[in-house]
């Protein structure tokens, strides 16, 4: 059964009464309080709980690099490059520090033997003693494997300098202390306008030979886990570092070893390793064995008894902290 023309002409107009309820509900709704505001950094009105939420980026060739808490946006120049500041940051200026990557001082001590010497070598081999035999070790002393002409038996051997040991030790000390380095370092940062999170800046991303960093004043940590490396310098630097003295003695040549092989490449499960101490050794007892090859490693007879430590550092004037990204 069909609807009537009256009936057809109330359902239009309710359904145009809706469309028009629906629309001022949809204007209304955009008009209200806690609506989006235009222009906002976050997405709530200033003031928000989330007002400090950063932007993705602020500009092209540009960063945000944080401008608060004393920080402030600089470009470092890198070690042993032209100090040359673009206008971006138009400010330049040295500053002293200690060459990336190297230790700040170095002490070394080694020791020179006196009064006789580790080499050359002589086996004695054979019979209760080691007495039976004498054998010179004629080999390279930097632990080079050298196959025997023949092969020797040998039972128990004794290895010892053919003259005397060393009597004594004499040191010889060094220090390396790598000197402070200019850095260049560009500052006053043009600041762009964008939409950088709360306390950090839009500046110019750094150019080839440079690196965008931060500076504060004093020895400080670094703000936060974006800038890894962190570098102190200075105005003028006082170096105060220095190492102490070392100390040796002789140690009856006991570092110097030769090493005994039952093949014929320095290796596999027959070996024996002597020490030039003159202390006759039973080898691979009760069986003795077939030596093959042999390897040397000497020593010069001494030690160090007392090594040389690092005191002092080097610190500078007006120091301050930089870190890099």
């Not at 107009?13 to 028009?20: D, I, M, Y």
Request: glycine letters at 12%; a negative charge; proline letters at 9%.
């Amino acid at each position: 059964m069909g609807s009537s023309p009256s009936r057809k002409r109330l359902a239009s107009l309710a359904l145009a009464s809706f469309g028009l309820t629906a629309a001022a509900a949809a204007c209304n709704g955009l008009t209200g309080v806690g609506d989006l505001v235009v222009g906002s950094s976050n997405g709530f009105e200033d003031g928000g709980e989330n007002d400090a939420a950063p932007l993705s980026s602020c500009g092209a060739r540009q960063v945000c690099m944080p401008n608060e808490d004393g920080w402030s946006p600089i470009l470092l120049v890198g070690e042993g490059r032209t100090l040359t500041c673009p206008a971006s940051y138009p400010a330049s200026s040295t500053l002293a520090g200690v060459p990336f990557g190297l230790p700040t001082t170095e002490c070394r001590c080694s020791c020179a033997p006196v009064g006789g010497t580790c080499l050359p070598l002589s086996l004695d081999h054979g019979g209760n003693q080691c007495a039976n035999a004498t054998l010179p070790v004629d080999l390279p002393p930097d632990g080079g494997c050298v196959t025997l002409p023949q092969p020797v038996m040998i039972e128990r051997a004794k290895l010892a300098p053919q003259g005397a040991a060393p009597m004594g030790c004499e040191p010889q000390q060094t220090a390396a202390f790598p000197p402070p380095v200019a850095r260049g370092v560009c500052g006053d940062a043009v600041i762009a306008p964008s939409g950088c999170a709360r306390g950090e800046a839009c500046v110019g991303e750094a150019p080839a030979t440079t690196d965008n960093c931060i500076v504060h004043d004093g020895d400080v940590l670094c703000p936060s886990l974006r800038f890894p490396r962190r570098i102190k310098l200075g105005a003028s630097p006082n170096d105060t570092r220095a190492c102490t003295g070392c100390t040796c003695a002789t140690d009856g040549c006991a570092g110097t070893e030769l090493t005994l092989y039952g093949n014929t490449n320095c290796g596999g499960l027959g070996s024996e390793k002597l020490r030039a101490n003159g202390t006759c050794n039973l080898v691979l007892f009760p069986f003795g064995l077939n030596v093959r090859s042999a390897a040397l490693t000497a020593a010069g007879g001494c030690r160090v008894a007392t090594p040389s430590i690092r005191t002092g550092d080097i610190t500078f004037d007006a120091p301050k902290t930089i870190c890099c990204r």
